[in-house]
């Protein structure tokens, strides 16, 4: 619904009519005296009535301002009850948390359990999501991202930089560096759109380069490394993303050649939530991890 006067004009007036004073309403809007009587006349010469009359040293409402004033009243009372509702949400309940599901998966999970949700503060609202969501419009509080850790009008601190290698289900790196070589030039290579430096691996690898029998490109880093643990496959992938995996014996380094992706993983948040407690508690058991 289209309001047809400005809403400046409708606040200022709000304002005066419950101070009947132009001065305490110009205190509390966070303007000069001068600017709400120019909204005021704007607002009488729009309406083509009288509001508001000087009495004195005071202000007096006229039988249209009287008309006129509960009606806003009422709609900037529900308007500021608003907005004070949704920043108390924002500010004391679960942080929402936005992170790729392979580093939810992968990274996370394995650690969630000293992760102390008990405490007062520390409670999380976690979404996957395979591309950045749009934290200034409030999709969420805070992301752990991977990228350069450039993300315009947003606040990113480096957790950890990538490495990548190249990974398998365990035997596949038998014999000699030369047999591995020509072993993953008959293979499905298993490669995310997220992993930013594959090639350059490939290139660069001692006693290569190597090409692969074939590529296949998927959105999901969790879904290459299952690939390469169902013997799919290889998949060249972040190391502290396989690193769990490795662990477990359900994949081994072919090449045991781990590079820079020339990437990271950021904690990014808008500079609202700066001085967050709840991203501070968060933040401080991030790097206790890493």
Not at 60 to 75: D, F, I, V
Not at 188 to 193: G, P, T, V
């Amino acid at each position: 619904m289209r309001i047809p006067v400005p809403l400046n004009a409708l606040r200022a007036f709000e304002a005066a009519s419950r101070h009947l004073s132009i001065k305490g309403a110009a205190e509390e809007l966070g303007v000069t005296p001068s600017a709400v009587s120019h909204q005021i006349r704007s607002l009488e010469d729009t309406l083509g009535v009288e509001l508001l009359r000087r009495v004195g040293a005071g202000l007096q409402m006229t039988e249209a301002g009287r008309q006129l004033a509960p009606s806003l009243n009422q709609g900037f009372q529900r308007i500021a009850e608003g907005v004070a509702q949704m920043r108390d949400q924002r500010q004391s309940g679960p942080l929402r948390l936005n992170m790729l599901p392979a580093f939810a998966t992968n990274w996370l999970s394995p650690r969630l359990h000293r992760y102390p949700f008990e405490r007062e503060g520390f409670s999380l609202d976690i979404s996957t999501t395979q591309d950045d969501v749009d934290l200034a419009a409030g999709a969420a509080d805070a992301g752990i991202w991977y990228g350069t850790g450039q993300w315009p009008g947003l606040n990113a601190e480096l957790l950890f930089e990538a490495q990548i290698d190249l990974y398998a289900k365990p035997g596949f790196a038998t014999g000699s560096h030369a047999e591995r070589v020509a072993r993953i030039q008959s293979a499905n290579l298993f490669i995310s759109r997220h992993c930013l430096n594959w090639r350059q691996w490939l290139h660069n690898l001692p006693g290569g380069p190597v090409e692969p029998g074939m590529i296949t490109t998927v959105d999901s880093g969790g879904l290459t490394l299952q690939a390469a643990a169902d013997g799919v496959g290889v998949t060249i992938a972040v190391c502290e993303l396989a690193h769990s995996a490795v662990r477990a014996e359900r994949l081994e380094s072919v090449f045991n050649n781990p590079v820079n992706d020339g990437a990271g993983f950021y904690l990014v948040y808008p500079d609202g939530l700066r001085e967050d407690r709840r991203l501070e508690l968060l933040r401080k058991w991030l790097h206790s991890q890493v």
